[in-house]
């Protein structure tokens, strides 16, 4: 696959058919307990029907097998002249894509593909707010979903084989090497006497090691293993444990360099068309400012409660510790990769390169050296961690294949802007609602691509600069991973921790309520995502005022969420300092919202005052009749 990404070989269907086979192979041949011989028979017969619907179509469209073509004709060639076999082989291709997506992401997704081709089918019988449409008969739906590339072959499988999955083997080889355990390592040590220690580490391990899966939930599952028990062990709640870990999980695939599947999606996306670099820059700054608004709250709680550093109270540490080669391993990949995007090297050629750095540079260590099986062991990991998103590539290839044939993504706007009344802010709220319901039981970059595709051209409409339009849904499809009631993310932290599920997704959606306001403040104020109102490159100074004025902001939030302004607050005034953020954070395009702000900012600073002189005497002394309330509150 390497190759055939860096040196194609095969037609563009080709590759993608032989990819998507590669996955789907990889779910229904999992390994399956001993006396379950019925369900290894299912299993194989998928498989079966993997290798003729997908193999059919590498058959069909390569040249060295024209002469057994119908007519001479390659499959993209028959387009609305298609035989018999080819819409059997369609159906039985659709049906292994369904049930592949069944397997391994749920039900969400499935439905969603199968109510998108029974709205290409009952067009003409829906009312208007449905958007109807003259339908379409099931061989139409069945060429356009499978057979040809606009449906299970086309954007969403192509950007997962040309620049996610490449990511998820690099991430795996870090991780083979030891070198992302040198990362929550070092933020061990960075945070060691720090107040609520663990949590910190949490936040900054789970920020950087989510950069590179780009899943919330693997990101949890993976980092919430040892950063959930070491926060319980400094004097973390579970539930306040587990909502931490979610909350930065939730937010590593907005951190560059190596950023979620969304970022690679933009570049097929995002109109006019956008460079990677461009990408990675516009996101950084607000990244930096939701791990920073996290540190601040998770902070506060620490001493709000009484939280130890983050090796709990003693000053004993493992003794196998990742050595310092590690940590070279894992810069040098990093440096590697950017070194190369700022060089003009395309993205899957500079991670391509990347891969190869880390495996040369680990061979000049004993522990972190790739043997022969240790990296066909890594490569397998990475694979069987990538199966869920080609599946997911190519099921959600069938709802985009069906808006394309009915037109339903272009007529969408029609109905969302007069709802808005041709008004930004309600028009943002409406997306940022359809994202969260979206992105309930989805994957966060198929989230992102469904609303790109279906509600995208609505903020053009609207003047909004193009990437901080995308930016702002893919912010959204991220955080529906901490929204209750279902928050994917936080239901993982949560059967780690033991925590009630609903408590445990209220927790992890506070932590993570930062990045609910920054897209609204990047789409008003672009020079956020160091961009100008026309969508170029913003002057340093714009740039420079744009983030003090979002930075303030952080500060009444953070302490107002988590209960803490040298000293413990009460519920009250923890509600007015979340108003103060929100009033300091309105944008300044009104008469007189310019001195709000600076009131509003007037009015922190009077209460962080009254606070300090209040609660000076407390300040770091765990032992205070407050602090132990508080404590037992966070238990």
């Known amino acids: 696959m390497l190759f055939e990404v860096n040196y194609p070989q095969l037609r563009p269907t080709s ?63 028959r387009a609305g002249a298609e035989g018999g076999t080819d819409l059997v082989v369609g159906v039985l291709g659709l049906l292994v894509v369904l049930e592949a997506a069944r397997r391994c992401l749920g039900w969400s997704l499935p439905l969603l593909s199968l109510l998108a081709l029974a709205y290409g089918v009952l067009g003409p019988q829906l009312p208007d707010w449905l958007l109807p449409h003259r339908g379409y008969g099931a061989t139409r739906l069945v060429s356009q979903t499978f057979l040809h590339s606009q449906g299970v072959f086309g954007v969403a499988l192509r950007v997962m084989f040309v620049y996610v999955f490449l990511f998820v083997v690099f991430g795996a080889l870090l991780e083979a090497t030891g070198a992302t355990a040198y990362v929550v390592d070092a933020s061990r040590r960075m945070f060691r006497r720090s ?32 950063t959930i028990p070491m926060m319980r062990s400094s004097g973390f709640s579970a539930r306040i444990a587990a909502g931490v870990e979610a909350a930065a999980s939730s937010g590593g695939a907005l951190v560059p360099p190596v950023m979620g599947a969304g970022a690679y999606m933009m570049l097929e996306l995002v109109q006019p068309p956008v460079t990677y670099l461009e990408i990675l ?3 950084i700054l607000p990244a930096l400012l ?5 540190l601040l709250m998770v902070d506060g709680h620490a001493r709000r409660i009484g939280a130890v550093g983050a090796f709990g109270s003693s000053d004993e540490e493992t003794t196998d510790r990742p050595t310092s080669f590690q940590g070279v391993v894992f810069a040098g990949g990093l440096a590697t990769l950017v070194v190369l995007l700022l060089a003009g090297f395309s993205v899957f050629r500079a991670v391509t390169v990347a891969m190869v750095a880390v495996v040369a540079i680990a061979a000049f260590n004993r522990r972190t050296r790739l043997g022969g099986r240790r990296l066909l062991a890594a490569i ?15 099921c959600v290839g069938i709802v985009i294949g069906v808006v394309t044939l009915t037109g339903a993504g272009s007529r969408l706007p029609g109905l969302i802007v007069p709802l808005a009344a041709g008004h930004l802010f309600p028009a943002l709220f409406l997306l940022m609602i359809c994202s969260l319901v979206l992105g309930m039981g989805l994957p966060s970059a198929v989230c992102y ?67 609910f306001a920054l897209p609204f403040l990047f789409v008003y104020r672009p020079e956020l995502l160091m961009l ?16 003090l004025w979002a930075a303030l902001g952080l500060l009444p939030l953070a302490a107002g969420l988590s209960g803490y302004l040298f000293g413990s607050l009460g519920l009250p005034l923890r509600a007015a300092l979340v108003g103060l953020a929100v009033v300091s954070w309105w944008p300044a395009s009104e008469p007189g919202i310019l001195w709000i702000h600076w009131l ?29 309330q508080g404590a037992e509150a966070g238990r």
């Open 449 to 515: 691509l469904l609303l790109a595709t279906f509600v995208g051209p609505v903020l053009g409409d609207l003047g909004v600069v193009p990437l901080a339009g995308h930016l702002f849904l893919f912010y959204f499809g991220m955080m529906s991973m901490v929204t209750p009631p279902v928050a994917l993310a936080a239901y993982t932290a949560s059967s780690i921790a033991g925590s009630p599920i609903l408590s445990t997704s209220t927790a992890a959606f506070r932590f993570a309520l930062i990045g």
């Open 380 to 394: 397998a990991q990475g694979a069987k961690t990538g199966a869920p998103l080609i599946v997911a590539g190519a």
């Open 15 to 77: 590759q993608l058919a032989l990819f998507a086979l590669g996955g789907a192979w990889m779910i229904f041949l999992r390994d399956r307990p001993e006396g379950e011989s019925w369900r290894r028979a299912i299993d194989l017969g998928l498989a079966v029907g993997a290798l003729l619907a997908f193999g059919y179509v590498w058959f069909q469209s390569e040249p060295i097998f024209a002469g057994f073509w119908p007519n001479g004709q390659s499959l993209g060639d």
């Open 290 to 294: 939701y791990y920073a608004a996290l």
């Open 195 to 226: 107040p609520g220690g663990a949590a910190k580490v949490a936040v900054v391990s789970s920020g950087l090691l989510g950069s590179l899966s780009g899943s919330a939930v693997a990101n949890t599952a993976t980092t919430g293993a040892f």
């Open 281 to 283: 820059r516009a996101a």
């Open 532 to 547: 100008d109102a026309a969508g170029g490159g913003a002057a340093f100074g714009a740039v420079a005022v744009t983030v």
């Open 600 to 628: 509003s900012w007037g009015v922190f600073a009077l209460v962080a005052t009254v606070c300090w002189r209040r609660g000076r005497k407390d300040l770091g002394t765990p032992e205070s009749p407050r602090l132990e």
